[in-house]
């Protein structure tokens, strides 16, 4: 028990092999943590987004790894139905949900988030319930995916305002709101000419995504 013990606390998943009497073996199972998820975690919190760890193996593997990669909120021995309970808490708070997995004990706190993404060479079920598949088990293309999401948003928004001011300001002079102050009218002319550079805005703005890497 004494090297069980030992093995759980370095991170190592522990299997037991026993008849009804005593135990006959006793197995250590790892999953290295990547080079790259470190650092992935950290531009995550820099992003101010709060990381919490869901995982079936006991407390003493999980707390050693939640403790390697400076995790804070850890739920371990958890199954897949105690997991989207766990979702459910969260989003009580008020708290908008992003779950990352790749197995098929993940796929019903996928389907329960706000926000479900699946890992690259994860399980079928988990890329049919998530919204988000990565091409890749490198947590590094998480920060990227959420940025460029953020960036697209953005963009969205401003093409909304460029496709509307031109409308906005355009069809009240059209309609004749100055005529009576100025006699201003708007051309036809620059009205065509006003709809054709609000369409040329919006794609030229949105052109911008190609420069982001």
């Keep these: 028990m004494?090297?069980?013990?030992?093995?759980?606390?370095?991170?190592k998943g522990v299997i037991f092999y026993a008849n009804q009497a005593q135990i006959l073996a006793v197995a250590a199972l790892t999953d290295p943590i990547k080079d790259t998820t470190p650092?992935?975690?950290?531009?995550?919190?820099?992003?101010?987004?709060?990381?919490?760890?869901?995982?079936?193996?006991?407390?003493?593997?999980?707390a050693s790894v939640a403790s390697a990669l400076g995790i804070q909120h850890i739920a371990s021995g958890v199954l897949?139905?105690?997991?989207?309970?766990?979702?459910?808490?969260?989003?009580?708070?008020?708290?908008?949900?992003?779950?990352?997995?790749d197995g098929i004990n993940d796929s019903q706190a996928l389907a329960r988030a706000d926000v479900s993404i699946a890992m690259g060479?994860?399980?079928?079920?988990?890329?049919?319930?998530?919204?988000?598949?990565?091409?890749?088990?490198?947590?590094?293309?998480?920060?990227?995916?959420?940025?460029?999401?953020?960036?697209t948003v953005r963009i969205i928004r401003q093409n909304l305002f460029w496709a509307f001011i031109y409308n906005i300001i355009g069809i009240p002079i059209a309609a004749g709101i100055l005529y009576p102050v100025n006699g201003l009218l708007?051309?036809?002319?620059?009205?065509?000419?006003?709809?054709?550079?609000?369409?040329i805005s919006v794609v030229l703005n949105s052109l911008r995504l190609r420069r982001w890497r």
């Excluded at 708007?186 to 369409?199: E, G, K, Q, V």
């Design 121 to 151: 060479k994860g399980t079928d079920i988990a890329m049919d319930v998530a919204m988000v598949t990565l091409t890749t088990p490198d947590l590094m293309l998480l920060p990227k995916a959420i940025d460029l999401s953020r960036r």
């Design 80 to 101: 897949p139905q105690e997991k989207e309970d766990y979702i459910k808490g969260l989003q009580a708070q008020g708290k908008f949900v992003a779950m990352v997995g």
């Design 39 to 62: 650092q992935a975690l950290d531009l995550l919190r820099k992003m101010k987004i709060e990381v919490h760890m869901l995982t079936g193996d006991s407390a003493k593997t999980s």
């Design 2 to 11: 004494r090297t069980a013990n030992a093995w759980q606390e370095a991170g």
């Design 186 to 199: 708007l051309n036809p002319m620059w009205a065509s000419a006003a709809m054709a550079f609000s369409s």
